[in-house]
């Protein structure tokens, strides 16, 4: 191969006089060269900022160097022209000076995050670009891996389908601040995956963010509100809006998979069993349903008429348990929505309940916490708060910890019901506490975030907005992600 070979004779030899493309690989590939040369020439006294036009770039042992500087640019230039290069490799367009001012469609990629890498780089409005040729490599070189296998971490409210919100972790003493997105109100609770944070916003978006760096990657508009937290079962996330439906996102592509009428409001947060998505309904103040739904979008396969449901279901080995406006927790067949029992508890029950081997934990708006026996819905044990219970409870290191409307974390013998302690805050707390390890995390509406010792000390407590905090966190070993009335905010735990 000749020396004197540039960019622009070697494109024109690959792609055959330019009568093809180069495949995405090919093109992810020439960007993290491109870049990882940026990086080179922006670390040099002074910064360099080499000409990015394919005819000015030599090829040295097959790779493209960039070398010289071009008066009056910038490093943000620099990322933008890389990235107008790369767009226009990968979709057979012409960069054009238009894109300076209006951004080129979102490309029609294989990922959603080669989508919004590509989207980032040529993104018109310096603030939404990559803020340095090292994050664009990252993002470059992050984008051709392939999707990163085994469980995502946190895909469901709470954790798990038993609704128990607790995960393993280290032992922590406080947390400190990651990132901030300031994507708008987020009252629901996050869901990871390997890669990204998925939230959705009071507003009705989706939103699709980097776990590195809270970075938006894309987002789609599911309503005029959301409330619900979202669940993610292979490849698809299930989400209820306020506009009674429910609906489906392919998380790899960020596209809409179905979206079918149910009620009026549907905040409850998805159960999904099989192929069938098991959730609450508010058809009106007073009345609502729990219904099993084929999302194809198909016939519904099963519904039980209770009071308005704002609960979340839970999984419970034969049963789902829910909770209900009409002040008793329900189990059905999961199979078949036969009901197995009702547990009156004497107060609105839209908590969800988190549910061990024997016993389902729910709060009732009338201020009573209670256990209740999976086998035949009796009464393992009560214990009344005092205030009204929103929060639903988390289920970890033999207590059951739990928020009120006066601003109170209970713990109490997950076994007995018996008080271990109790936490004061400067708002009612309507978040729900998760475990990492031995220590609870719990937002308030005070606007803090709150990590507490087994004994109930407060370990830690920090502002995380200058409103209320509803949303209840989601956690992955020591990283913790939780939504407030300004955004998504994510926190490390520390030692």
Not at 98 to 104: E, H, V
Not at 387 to 404: E, P, R, T
């Amino acid at each position: 191969m000749p020396d004197s070979e540039t960019l622009e004779d070697h494109l024109r030899r690959v792609t055959r006089n330019f009568t093809s493309r180069l495949s995405e690989d090919e093109v992810f590939a020439l960007g993290c060269q491109l870049a990882q040369e940026l990086v080179r020439a922006h670390g040099e006294t002074p910064p360099r900022h080499p000409a990015l036009d394919p005819s000015a770039i030599p090829m040295v042992g097959g790779v493209p160097r960039l070398e010289g500087s071009s008066p009056g640019s910038s490093a943000a230039e620099d990322v933008f022209l890389m990235g107008a290069l790369l767009y226009g490799l990968a979709t057979g367009s012409r960069p054009d000076v238009s894109w300076r001012l209006d951004p080129p469609p979102s490309p029609a990629l294989s990922s959603l995050a080669r989508r919004a890498t590509l989207s980032g780089l040529v993104a018109p409005r310096r603030a939404n670009r990559f803020g340095s040729a090292q994050e664009a490599l990252s993002a470059l070189e992050d984008a051709r891996l392939p999707s990163p296998e085994g469980a995502s971490p946190w895909t469901v409210f709470r954790g798990d389908r038993a609704r128990r919100g607790a995960a393993p972790g280290a032992a922590a003493t406080r947390f400190v601040p990651e990132w901030d997105a300031r994507i708008g109100p987020v009252e629901s609770s996050p869901v990871l995956t390997g890669t990204m944070v998925l939230a959705a916003t009071a507003d009705g978006r989706l939103v699709f963010l980097d776990r590195k760096n809270g970075r938006p990657l894309h987002e789609l508009r599911l309503g005029s509100a959301v409330e619900s937290s979202p669940a993610v079962a292979a490849g698809v996330l299930h989400v209820g809006t306020d506009d009674g439906e429910l609906v489906g996102v392919d998380v790899s592509q960020g596209t809409e998979r179905y979206r079918v009428k149910l009620g009026q409001l549907v905040r409850s947060s998805p159960l999904v069993d099989g192929k069938r998505v098991i959730v609450g309904v508010v058809l009106s103040k007073t009345t609502g349903l729990l219904m099993a739904a084929d999302p194809a979008p198909g016939p519904t396969a099963w519904s039980r008429k209770l009071g308005a449901v704002f609960s979340s279901p839970a999984q419970a080995t034969s049963k789902v348990l829910v909770g209900s406006d009409d002040g008793s927790l329900h189990a059905f067949h999961p199979d078949t929505g036969a009901p197995l029992w009702a547990a009156a508890l004497g107060g609105k029950v839209r908590a969800t309940p988190a549910v061990t081997e024997e016993l389902a934990v729910v709060g009732t708006f009338g201020g009573r916490l209670a256990g209740v026996r999976l086998e035949n819905g009796g009464l393992a044990w009560t214990a009344d708060l005092g205030h009204a219970i929103y929060s639903s409870a988390c289920l970890a290191n033999g207590l059951a910890v739990v928020g009120c409307n006066e601003g109170h974390v209970h713990g109490v013998n997950l076994a007995t019901g018996a008080p271990a302690f109790e936490a004061q805050t400067r708002g009612p707390v309507v978040s729900s506490a998760v475990a990492s390890g031995a220590c609870f995390l719990v937002g308030s509406t005070d606007g803090a975030l709150y990590l507490l010792g087994s004994d109930g000390r407060i370990l830690h407590s920090a502002p995380l907005s200058g409103s209320p905090i509803h949303s209840s966190p989601a956690v992955d070993q020591e990283h913790v992600f939780v939504g407030s009335a300004e955004g998504l905010h994510a926190l490390r735990l520390m030692p």
